[in-house]
């Protein structure tokens, strides 16, 4: 989501081709709310009362403190709201893979409790979660259901998730520097984001800056009052795209005022309506967590399913299904800021199914025509894969156009590149 200025398994009885056919059909869907739902982070959502009066902050000054801040230690709630207009992602298992898993559903591994199974409830709906973080290396998130909790520990050199409702674990080793992340100039940990071991996200500063990183003149930054959030005071930056054809409206940071810690982040589309987005904390203590929040030990009876190598796999489905199409025909970005559009091609080249090949299941169809829309240009024909934050162009001779933009900007970008 955030500006960059630089910027398959076959069924069995189908042919392969046919199988890689239904492969890319589900893989650019997924993607496009996978691109969203990878944003997802820890960064937080609620609560303000009262405008508090705090000393004058200009933008840059206000940028710098979040830059400079080095929170590693905090625990408390989290309340995240999504709405991305996506229809309903229920009953698409199967076929679908183990990127598209409806609610309760299993991952890759087999087990309900693998991340991979968990990341797409989080891209729709309100969600509550608690957190906890002590450095690089120990951190916890709780998902939180009425009835059951699902926990995801990172403690050192293991990574543990537990679903309580059906009583099933995944275990794997934390990858080492360099394997999945690496130490940056400070010694801090710089590693991918997504839900899994030390990839989940953890810290909402990542995410705020992120989405600071376009560059001056493509985005308008200023100071927008300030607020309470959790009960801390809070300086508010409003973030805009100057550029017209983003789907992003606006970005607003709440920041506290003595830690320079992000507590808050509410993505409005440019379409308007209320926010695609919201995340913050409810609660926040800046104090150390006792060193057993991040213990953990599988109750008696638990299922118990080991990663396959051995080590934890952050479920980042964009990667994971976009990176399947990048593998055969690499990845370039077209335009630049809010409107980087990154192209990649399916596997081949050739052989996208139309929307009315009959290829998928019933249900899988509806999810997709729920989300195309046709597309034509000097680059040939296409379906647009739509959300109200991320949209993809899928051409008919394999391209895809991925990114925050509308419609016309990915066909523009498409026309650009034939």
Same mark, same amino acid.
């Given at each position: 989501?955030?500006?960059?200025?630089?910027?398959?398994?076959?069924?069995?009885?189908?042919?392969?081709?046919?199988?890689?056919?239904?492969?890319?059909?589900?893989?650019?869907?997924?993607?496009?709310?996978?691109?969203?739902?990878?944003?997802?982070?820890?960064?937080?959502?609620?609560?303000?009362?009262?405008?508090?009066?705090?000393?004058?902050?200009?933008?840059?000054?206000?940028?710098?403190?979040?830059?400079?801040?080095?929170?590693?230690?905090?625990?408390?709630?989290?309340?995240?709201?999504?709405?991305?207009?996506?229809?309903?992602?229920?009953?698409?298992?199967?076929?679908?893979?183990?990127?598209?898993?409806?609610?309760?559903?299993?991952?890759? *591994?087999?087990?309900?409790?693998?991340?991979?199974?968990?990341?797409?409830?989080?891209?729709?709906?309100?969600?509550?979660?608690?957190?906890?973080?002590?450095?690089?290396?120990?951190?916890?998130?709780?998902?939180?259901? /009425?009835?059951?909790?699902? *926990?995801?520990?990172?403690?050192?050199?293991?990574?543990?998730?537990?679903? *309580?409702?059906?009583?099933?674990?995944?275990?794997?080793?934390?990858?080492?520097?360099?394997?999945?992340?690496?130490?940056?100039?400070?010694?801090?940990?710089?590693?991918?984001?997504?839900?899994?071991?030390?990839?989940?996200?953890?810290?909402?500063?990542?995410?705020?800056?992120?989405?600071?990183?376009?560059?001056?003149?493509?985005?308008?930054?200023?100071?927008?009052?300030?607020?309470?959030?959790?009960?801390?005071?809070?300086?508010?930056?409003?973030?805009?795209?100057?550029?017209?054809?983003?789907?992003?409206?606006?970005?607003?940071?709440?920041?506290?005022?003595?830690?320079?810690?992000?507590?808050?982040?509410?993505?409005?589309?440019?379409?308007?309506?209320?926010?695609?987005?919201?995340?913050?904390?409810?609660?926040?203590?800046?104090?150390?967590?006792?060193?057993?929040?991040?213990?953990?030990?599988?109750?008696?009876?638990?299922?118990?399913?080991?990663?396959?190598?051995?080590?934890?796999?952050?479920?980042?489905?964009?990667?994971?299904?976009?990176?399947?199409?990048?593998? *055969?025909?690499?990845?370039?970005?077209?335009?630049?800021?809010?409107?980087?559009?990154?192209?990649?091609?399916?596997?081949?080249?050739?052989?996208?199914?139309?929307?009315?090949?009959?290829?998928?299941?019933?249900?899988?169809?509806?999810?997709?025509?729920?989300?195309?829309?046709?597309?034509?240009?000097?680059?040939?024909?296409?379906?647009?894969?739509?959300?109200?934050?991320?949209?993809?162009?899928?051409?008919?001779?394999?391209?895809?156009?991925?990114?925050?933009?509308?419609? /016309?900007?990915?066909?523009?970008?498409?026309?650009?590149?034939?």
């Amino acid at each position: 989501m955030a500006p960059n200025d630089s910027a398959q398994t076959t069924e069995e009885g189908r042919e392969p081709r046919a199988g890689r056919r239904m492969a890319t059909r589900y893989a650019v869907p997924v993607a496009v709310a996978g691109v969203a739902a990878a944003t997802i982070g820890l960064v937080p959502a609620l609560a303000a009362t009262g405008d508090p009066e705090l000393p004058k902050i200009s933008a840059q000054e206000l940028i710098e403190k979040i830059a400079a801040s080095d929170t590693e230690q905090f625990s408390g709630s989290v309340k995240i709201t999504t709405d991305l207009g996506l229809p309903s992602l229920g009953g698409l298992g199967g076929a679908a893979g183990s990127a598209l898993v409806p609610k309760g559903g299993a991952g890759a *591994s087999g087990s309900t409790a693998d991340p991979n199974a968990k990341l797409m409830e989080l891209t729709t709906g309100t969600h509550t979660l608690r957190v906890a973080t002590d450095g690089p290396d120990k951190q916890k998130v709780s998902i939180q259901d /009425d009835a059951a909790e699902y *926990s995801l520990i990172h403690n050192g050199d293991e990574v543990w998730a537990y679903d *309580s409702a059906s009583n099933e674990a995944y275990h794997a080793a934390s990858p080492k520097d360099g394997e999945h992340g690496q130490k940056g100039a400070k010694g801090e940990h710089q590693r991918e984001e997504g839900a899994g071991a030390e990839g989940a996200p953890a810290t909402p500063q990542d995410f705020a800056k992120e989405a600071l990183k376009a560059s001056a003149d493509t985005t308008s930054v200023t100071v927008d009052g300030t607020a309470r959030i959790a009960g801390r005071d809070a300086y508010q930056l409003l973030v805009k795209p100057k550029q017209s054809g983003s789907t992003v409206g606006s970005i607003k940071i709440a920041v506290d005022a003595e830690t320079g810690t992000p507590l808050k982040f509410t993505l409005t589309p440019s379409s308007g309506g209320k926010a695609v987005i919201d995340i913050g904390f409810t609660k926040v203590d800046f104090a150390k967590p006792a060193a057993s929040t991040f213990d953990f030990t599988p109750p008696k009876g638990t299922k118990v399913t080991q990663a396959e190598d051995g080590k934890a796999q952050a479920p980042e489905v964009p990667k994971a299904d976009a990176g399947a199409f990048a593998e *055969s025909g690499g990845q370039k970005v077209i335009g630049k800021g809010w409107n980087a559009v990154y192209e990649l091609t399916t596997p081949e080249g050739t052989d996208v199914p139309s929307a009315t090949s009959g290829d998928l299941p019933a249900e899988a169809q509806s999810f997709l025509d729920a989300l195309g829309d046709k597309a034509t240009g000097s680059f040939g024909s296409g379906t647009v894969y739509k959300t109200r934050l991320v949209n993809a162009l899928l051409t008919d001779d394999g391209k895809v156009y991925v990114g925050a933009v509308t419609k /016309d900007v990915l066909v523009k970008a498409a026309n650009q590149a034939k």
